[in-house]
Antibody, heavy 123, light 110 residues
Framework: EVQLVESGGGLVQPGGSLRLSCVASGFTFSGYSMNWVRQAPGKGLEWVSYISYSSSYSSSTIYYADSVKGRFTISRDNAKNSLYLQMNSLRAEDTAVYYC????????????WGQGTLVTVSS | QSVVTQPPSASGTPGQRVTISCSGSSSNLGSNYVYWYQQLPGTAPKLLIYRNDQRPSGVPARFSGSKSGTSASLAINGLRSEDEADYYCAAWADSLSAWVFGGGTKLTVL
């Protein structure tokens, strides 16, 4: 059974940092592209970042939403079946539930989603 | 303000057919596949339609998708109370190198 479990959310002050993790199980993690998608309270879905699958022969392709570019960094550790999102210079508007999601195929929609982890940026 | 537009709400009675529209531009829906997600209250999104009109395994045939030019539609036949949810369309935007989501449509089953 495919499972994605996010962690690392919490309350952080504006300007602070937080690192989200997503542990995957039930599939060959290294063979799939992954995304972070967020949802502010009572709002719609907003894509945050994408990282392609990687191998020992090629590095990952990475994309970011303009709203987080230069502040957030996506990464993966295939040995640990884990996806990460390092979030720096956090702002109030980054407050949201953050979901990790597996792509059906590279850039072909996300077929499995985690339960989400809440990030609250407030003083 | 999303670059992909959906009506904020839709409604129907049980057994009815409901359609939800999604409108974009040449750089997103016009040149790439459209995807639809269903988000039941308090849960994570679920992929409903991929590549414009394909249903993942387990999604009932009552759900169907279509695309024409820069617009797409999700149709739900034989509406059921459990279909009450938020529905989002999405597409890759070449000009942004980013996924763009519609603002979402809240479907109410009357």
């Amino acid at each position: 059974e495919v499972q994605l479990v996010e962690s690392g959310g919490g309350l952080v002050q504006p300007g602070g940092s937080l690192r989200l993790s997503c542990v995957a199980s039930g599939f060959t993690f290294s063979g799939y592209s992954m995304n972070w998608v967020r949802q502010a309270p009572g709002k719609g879905l907003e894509w945050v970042s994408y990282i392609s699958y990687s191998s020992s022969y090629s590095s990952s392709t990475i994309y970011y939403a303009d709203s987080v570019k230069g502040r957030f960094t996506i990464s993966r550790d295939n040995a640990k079946n884990s996806l990460y999102l390092q979030m720096n210079s956090l702002r109030a508007e980054d407050t949201a539930v953050y979901y990790c999601a597996r792509d059906l195929a590279p850039l072909m929609g996300s077929d499995y989603w985690g339960q989400g982890t809440l990030v609250t940026v407030s003083s | 303000q999303s670059v992909v537009t959906q009506p904020p709400s839709a409604s129907g009675t049980p057994g009815q057919r409901v359609t939800i529209s999604c409108s974009g531009s040449s750089s997103n829906l016009g040149s790439n596949y459209v995807y639809w997600y269903q988000q039941l209250p308090g849960t994570a999104p679920k992929l409903l339609i991929y590549r414009n009109d394909q249903r993942p395994s387990g999604v009932p045939a009552r759900f169907s998708g279509s695309k024409s030019g820069t617009s797409a539609s999700l149709a739900i036949n034989g509406l059921r109370s459990e279909d009450e949810a938020d529905y989002y369309c999405a597409a890759w935007a070449d000009s942004l190198s980013a996924w763009v989501f519609g603002g979402g449509t809240k479907l109410t089953v009357l």
